[in-house]
């Protein structure tokens, strides 16, 4: 089975300052790769997501921005935070032919901006 | 385009009652439905899922039908715990290119001793 890892777990910064969040992916190869925010009590809203390496893919106009280094390694990026971009930010990962459209969750990065 | 409609939240209930949380869906094609867990302060758990009308998804006591012809997949336990305290997700995936998620809006359960 997969693992997700993603990191840091609790984030603050200052509005205005860079933002990277890792996401690695263990137990799988040429997974499809998302990532999704979670706004204080609403529901998820996809970000982005990939489905092979450099192939991004983005659903929403926003101050953020993802890249696919490597197979398994999927970064979320900001060149100015904004206080909006506050939320929990999380990772998914889909593999296998007929079982491509499970996504597995990692735990999430909380970000406050402030 | 694709939608999840949820029940509105937030619902309270006593250990050992019985649970349903609403999820109706609004799709072109068969898409596979799907409900996932959160727990307090973690990332999402897929709790169960139905590929096909009329397949019944289950897991810990959860169970739920996807139901074609009422767009429909209800979340239900016969008797919830406190430990089944968490935010409910329905979801759908539409098997296409990418196979996103579209998520309802999530319904927050607490259940008291």
């Known amino acids: 089975s997969q693992t997700i890892h993603q990191w840091p777990a609790t984030l603050v910064q200052p509005v205005g300052s860079p933002l990277s969040l890792e996401c690695t992916v263990e137990g799988t190869s040429n997974p499809n790769l998302y990532w999704y925010r979670q706004a204080a009590g609403r529901g998820l809203q996809l970000l982005f997501y990939s489905v092979g390496i450099g192939q991004i893919s983005s659903e929403v106009p926003q101050n953020l921005s993802a890249s696919r280094p490597q197979d398994r390694q999927f970064i979320l990026s900001s060149k100015k935070l904004l206080l909006s971009d506050s939320g929990f930010y999380l990772c998914a990962a889909a593999q296998g032919i007929i079982a491509k459209n499970i996504q597995y969750f990692g735990a999430g990065t909380r970000l406050s901006v402030l | 385009g694709n939608s999840v409609t949820q029940m509105e939240g937030p619902v309270t209930l006593s250990e050992e009652a019985f649970l349903t949380i609403n999820c109706t869906y609004t799709?072109?094609?068969?898409?596979?439905l799907f409900w996932y867990v959160q727990y307090p302060g973690e990332g999402l758990q897929l709790l169960l899922k139905?590929?096909?009308?009329?397949d019944k998804g289950s897991n810990k006591g959860f169970e739920a039908t996807y139901r074609k012809e009422t767009t429909s997949f209800h979340l239900e336990k016969g008797s919830v715990q406190v430990s089944d305290s968490a935010v409910y997700f329905c979801?759908?995936?539409?098997?296409?290119?990418?196979?996103?998620?579209?998520f309802g809006q999530g319904t927050r359960l607490t259940i008291n001793p």
């Open positions: 799709a072109t094609g068969y898409p596979s």
């Open positions: 139905a590929t096909k009308a009329d």
């Open positions: 979801a759908l995936s539409d098997l296409q290119g990418a196979q996103k998620l579209v």
